[in-house]
């Protein structure tokens, strides 16, 4: 068999991920020479390649049921493990998450804005005219502001005794406070007793009575609250002093300023708020 001598060496040269066995030398095919060309993997179909950079303006994954095409993804895909985003993720259509979802704040932007922070926070619109419906219940364990007024709790105290700045009160405690007011109120203002009074000196009179107490939000019962006639003259009141002792009420007169002492016939009735 004839043999072919080539005139002219050749030989092969290494390069990038591209190594040779066997041709660094000159080769004249004046003898058997074997020549490896290796690439550092397997790259047949069913391999496993790994490359350290790709660059290409379209890559089709698995029969082309997804697309990388202008910086974006075309069709359906899942992911199996942990995915990790190092910068903003924009999504057109809706995002369905089966399991749950942690953030460090949830910021909402359609026809409102809403935003729950990581501290527990939330803030719900960014104007004054934004409107928040509710439907159901309301649970509320702290307080709530509004217009910079703090509200930190209903009150159902009938009495209105803590007098509280911070303090909403019910329909039944506003309407037992107004009924047992009005009653007091109306009860007062009805007291209109006459009883006659008991000689003591020429300037004392004692009536065995007890002047009514004025309930809370009206002055006290004073001697402007009293009439007082002797022998059916009206005693002018400037001259005159009441005081409560027990179960008696005394009468002083100033003499002077009236103008008569008090005898042991004189009969002194008084009218106004006794208590029965």
Known sequence: MARF???????????TGFSITGGNEEITLTENTTVTFN???????????IFNTVTSSLFNVDDSSIKIENQSITGNTSIISNFTIS????????????????????????????TIFKSGSTQFGDTIDDLHNLTGSLSLSGSFITNGVEVSEISNDTALTDGSSQALITENALKTYLTTETEDFQNYLRKSFVHTG??????????TAVTASAPSGIATTTIEDFMFFNNGTFMETDALTIQQSGSRMFLFIDTDSIGYDLDNNDEIVAFGKFNS
């Open 39 to 49: 690439i550092g993997q397997d790259v047949s179909t069913n391999s496993n390649v």
């Open 5 to 15: 001598i080539l005139r002219q060496p050749i030989s092969f040269l290494d390069g």
């Open 87 to 114: 910068n903003n993720l924009v999504a057109a259509q809706n995002v369905t998450v089966q399991g749950g979802v942690t953030a460090e704040e949830f910021i909402s932007e359609l026809t409102q804005s809403t």
């Open 198 to 207: 008991s000689f003591v000196s020429s300037a004392t009179q004692s009536f």
